[in-house]
């Protein structure tokens, strides 16, 4: 089944914790991106990756990593997770071509940062 | 950064009722797109629109682009339970930019 993956689902940290959340997809993909999403602000972009090894910020990436070393993968990394990043996160990958129309979610994680 | 204007913020209607909901900005779009979030899950999308004026459906969603490409609408015809969740617009400029989200319009559904 064509999917992406994402784990924890959910999760429940304290302030300066590293963490990591993975994004999976098994559908060859070059595309991803990782959102945040928040009440009353709908999903902004926080990284994206057009391919491995090429990655670029969005709209809100401070306090966050990325890495795209394997095209299934791109985890996104809090090195010092602070309560301001609680929030629902959601990876995303899409196929070469019209890749902001045909975007393919994951389930969500929902990140509590104590 | 930029956000879309999206309303209502929420929806409380009664089973078999239509739905409008809609989406404007100050600026031009070459692209709009409906996406529906089911609870616990990521958004789906619905509708892509990508000319201005131009009328797409989807079984009993409809959504419009609007003539001066700063707006867009969606209709939902004779509403059912699992209609509920958050649908949500966006537009895109171009290939070369990102994806413009609205903040979503909750529909709930009183049986």
């Known amino acids: 089944e064509a999917q992406v993956t994402q784990n924890p689902r959910y999760l429940i940290t304290v302030t300066g914790k590293k963490l990591t959340v993975t994004c999976s997809q098994n559908m060859n993909h070059e595309y991803m991106s990782w959102y945040r999403q928040d009440p009353g602000l709908g999903l902004r972009q926080i990284y994206y990756?057009?391919?491995?090894?090429?990655?670029d910020k969005g709209d809100v990436p401070e306090g966050y990593k990325v890495s795209r070393k394997e095209k299934r993968n791109f985890p996104l990394i809090l090195e010092s997770p602070s309560p301001n990043q609680t929030s629902l996160y959601f990876c995303?990958?899409?196929?070469?071509?019209?890749?902001?129309?045909?975007?393919?979610f994951g389930p969500g994680t929902r990140l509590l940062v104590l | 950064g930029q956000q879309l204007n999206q309303s209502p913020q929420s929806m409380f209607i009664q089973e078999g009722e239509d739905v409008s909901m809609n989406c404007t900005s100050s600026s031009i779009f070459n692209t709009w797109l409906w996406y529906k979030q089911d609870p616990g899950e990521g958004p789906v999308l619905l509708i892509a629109?990508?000319?201005a004026g131009e009328l797409t459906s989807n079984g009993r969603l409809t959504a419009q682009f609007g003539t001066t490409r700063k707006d867009s609408f969606l209709n939902i015809s004779a509403s059912i339970p699992s209609d509920v969740g958050i649908y949500f617009c966006?537009?895109?400029?171009?290939?070369?930019?990102?994806?413009?989200w609205g903040a979503g319009t909750k529909l709930i559904i009183k049986p």
């Open positions: 966006a537009g895109l400029k171009n290939s070369n930019y990102q994806l413009i």
């Open positions: 995303a990958s899409s196929p070469p071509g019209r890749v902001q129309e045909t975007q393919y």
């Open positions: 629109l990508y000319k």
């Open positions: 990756s057009m391919n491995v090894e090429v990655t």
